[in-house]
């Protein structure tokens, strides 16, 4: 056989070595690039690797008004803290002394009203109340009321403040930065867990770059971080409720009020009727918590 001959056999070996080995490369790409797409796709929907939840001690035990519907709960220095109460024809804000739970000071709020968060920025106070768009301002020295404002929110549940925003909460996943001066909303974000909008946002405090929201009809606290929404942790506190439950206060309502001593390094919490306030400290949770424990016992 000639040269001439061998070459279209030669040809055409050459053409399928080609082919086979663009064949591998291209499915090698595709595998890559499925794995990536599952993989952004399994982290959207799965926090797990990332998940941070925390469990708590009991460091004090103060005794608490088990009258006060409690809706917003902000410390004030010197061993006081300042508290908004819920109801109608119930509703006050009030100045107590941590250690002895006594009522210092309060200023009963209109009947028609029903008071709901409540956060401390400078000297005055700041409270919004429940299916309405309306707050009002306190002077934190007599609890006077100093004025009245209109607030963007679809309705007023809980408030926190950084020293220059104020944070809110409307009962939604939705969290609100708010100009302290308009009350014009500057920035929202909508706030998830594992692809779920985590509802009824409650009662919110402000603690070292985070905003910590009470979620309603749950024994959960959730970090977010107020810069892009994204949450930070869980702080799981189901053993106050049931502590109380057991030693014989059936008449409780929900886990709802955090409060922080930034002097002090003093976590707060109480709930609505509480006899107690508890001060808390926070360690890693001993037992593993998946994406799914979580959706069960804190998205409500």
């Known amino acids: 056989m000639t040269a001439r001959n061998q070459a279209p056999t030669s040809m055409a070996t050459f053409k399928h070595f080609y082919l086979r ?79 002895t739970g006594k009522v210092e000071l309060l200023h009963k709020m209109a009947d028609s009203y029903f008071g709901e968060g409540l956060t ?94 009470n979620v309603w009809k749950t024994d959960c606290i959730v970090r977010i971080s107020p810069d892009n929404g994204k949450i930070l942790g869980w702080i799981l506190l189901p053993t106050l409720r049931e502590g109380l439950l057991a030693a014989g206060y059936t008449g409780i309502d929900v886990l709802n009020g955090i409060a922080w001593d930034a002097h002090k390094n003093r976590i707060f919490v109480t709930g609505k009727w ?5 001060e808390i400290k926070l360690h890693p949770a001993k037992k593993h918590y998946s994406g799914g424990d979580i959706e069960q016992l804190c998205l409500a």
């Open 21 to 99: 080995k663009l064949f591998i490369l291209v499915s090698i790409i595709l595998l890559v690039f499925v794995i990536l797409v599952l993989g952004v796709s399994s982290n959207a929907r799965n926090d797990d690797h990332s998940l941070q939840v925390y469990g708590f001690e009991i460091v004090n035990e103060f005794p608490h008004d088990p009258g006060a519907f409690t809706q917003g709960l902000v410390y004030a220095g010197k061993d006081t803290f300042f508290e908004s109460t819920g109801l109608y024809e119930n509703s006050s804000v009030r100045r107590v002394a941590v250690k």
């Open 120 to 213: 401390l920025l400078g000297e005055r106070l700041f409270q919004v109340t429940w299916l309405t768009k309306i707050g009002f301002t306190y002077d934190r020295k007599n609890l006077q009321k100093l004025g009245q404002f209109t607030h963007e929110m679809e309705d007023g549940w809980g408030l926190a403040t950084d020293g220059k925003i104020i944070y809110g909460s409307d009962g939604t996943s939705t969290l609100y930065e708010m100009d302290p001066q308009s009350l014009k909303v500057r920035r929202k974000h909508v706030i998830k867990f594992n692809g779920l909008k985590v509802r009824y946002l409650n009662e919110l405090e402000y603690i070292e770059g985070e905003i910590w929201a």
């Open 274 to 278: 509480w006899p107690k306030l508890y």
